[in-house]
């Protein structure tokens, strides 16, 4: 049925399809440019634009973890491992060798990394890539800066490397 401009639902579906990306503007259109009711269009639209046409894929909900999430959720090294590696990175925020901290190992652990689990920490802790954030004085453990760990080894007469 021709419509007061003279052209049918269908045919004005026909030849604008390519105008539009998304199906409720393409219907709004019509119904606009026509003036017909929301009714009409959508008794034709699914020929010329099924519900599905055009849609992106679905996204695949991942249900399982990599590699790495999952020793980072379960790995209790892997977890002293990352506390420590963000513990250092707030020992590291000071610019001026002045303002570094010195905390005292257990001090470290509990505020700076999180109170992570003292079960296995002095064996991670111990590891060559921290050490060099590390140094002894008397039966303390001490972490800082590296700057800092060179002025005390220098400078303390108590201060030892690992």
Do not use: H
């Amino acid at each position: 049925m021709p419509t007061p401009k003279g052209q049918t639902v269908a045919e004005w579906l026909e030849e604008n399809r390519e105008n539009y990306d998304d199906r409720k503007k393409y219907i709004l259109g019509c119904i606009r440019e026509l003036g017909v009711t929301e009714k009409c269009v959508r008794n034709k639209v699914a020929r010329y634009w099924p519900s599905d046409y055009r849609r992106p894929p679905a996204k695949n909900k991942r249900t399982g973890m990599t590699r790495g999430q999952f020793a980072a959720q379960y790995d209790c090294n892997t977890k002293i491992r990352d506390a420590i590696q963000r513990g250092i990175q707030q020992l590291m925020r000071s610019e001026n060798p002045e303002d570094d901290m010195i905390l005292k190992d257990t001090e470290f652990r509990a505020e700076l990394c999180g109170n992570v689990a003292a079960m296995g920490w002095r064996q991670i802790a111990g590891e060559q890539e921290f050490l060099k954030y590390q140094f002894r004085s008397r039966q303390d453990i001490f972490w800082t800066t590296p700057r800092t760990k060179k002025w005390a080894l220098e400078n303390v007469s108590n201060a030892r490397e690992l």
